[in-house]
C-alpha cells in the first residue's frame, strides 16, 4: 500500500510538468471517449453507459484518425477492396452479431473499402484486398489476418496483450 502511494505522490509532478492540452483538443476537436456514439459526438451528448445498452461504433476510415484513439480503444480494422468483398461483409456481420465482448474490451471497428482514397489508415498499415487488423490502446499493430476472424478469435487474441493483461489484473507481477 505504501509503494502504491509512493508511486502516485511521484506521477502527480510529472503530470503537472506536462504542460497544457494539445493544440487539437483546444480548437474543438475532441479525442474518442470510451463508449460515445460519433452522432452523438457532434450533439453534445453522451451515449448510454452499459454495455448492454451500447452499440459497436463502426466508422468509416475517412472519419476516424488514429490519434483519436490512443490510449482510449483498441482499433479493429477492416481493409477491404469493395463493401461487397463477401468476407468484409461476413467479418462485419460476425462483429455486429455479438458486440458485448468487443465492447466489453473498448474495441472501436474502422471500415476503410476505398483504395483509391488512400486514408491514413491505408497509408499507415498497406493492406492488400482484404485484411483484418488488431491493433492495441497504445497504436502498435498486434495482428493481421488476411481472413475474417469471429468475435471469440478477436477476443482471445486482444485478452493476450500486455495491456490488456494489465487492465484484467494478470499481467504477472512480482
Given amino acids: 500500500m505504501k509503494l502504491k502511494r509512493l508511486i502516485f ?3 502527480v509532478p ?3 510538468a506536462m504542460g497544457p492540452r494539445p493544440e487539437g483538443e483546444a480548437d ?3 479525442p ?17 453507459a452499459g454495455p448492454a445498452e451500447r452499440e459497436l461504433t463502426v466508422l468509416p476510415a475517412a472519419e476516424a ?3 483519436e484513439f490512443m490510449w482510449q480503444a483498441r482499433p ?19 462483429l455486429q452479431r455479438d458486440p458485448a465482448p468487443l465492447l466489453a474490451r473498448d474495441v472501436v471497428v ?8 488512400a486514408s491514413v489508415w491505408r497509408r499507415q498499415l498497406r493492406p492488400e484486398g482484404f485484411s483484418l487488423v488488431l491493433m492495441d490502446k497504445d497504436g ?18 486482444i485478452d493476450k496483450f500486455p495491456l490488456r493483461l494489465r487492465e484484467i489484473g494478470r499481467a504477472g507481477l512480482p
Fill in 140 to 157: 502498435q499493430v498486434k495482428q493481421r489476418k488476411p481472413v475474417p476472424w469471429s468475435v471469440r478469435e478477436i477476443t482471445r487474441a
Fill in 76 to 94: 479493429v480494422v477492416i481493409f477491404a477492396d469493395t463493401a461487397a468483398d463477401p468476407a468484409f461483409v461476413e467479418q462485419l456481420t460476425a
Fill in 110 to 117: 474502422v471500415t476503410d473499402t476505398d483504395p483509391a482514397a
Fill in 65 to 67: 484518425d488514429p490519434a
Fill in 32 to 48: 474518442y471517449v470510451r463508449g460515445e456514439v460519433p452522432a452523438a459526438r457532434s450533439e453534445g451528448t453522451a451515449a448510454p
Fill in 14 to 16: 510529472l503530470l503537472a
Fill in 9 to 11: 505522490l511521484a506521477a
Fill in 28 to 30: 474543438g476537436h475532441r
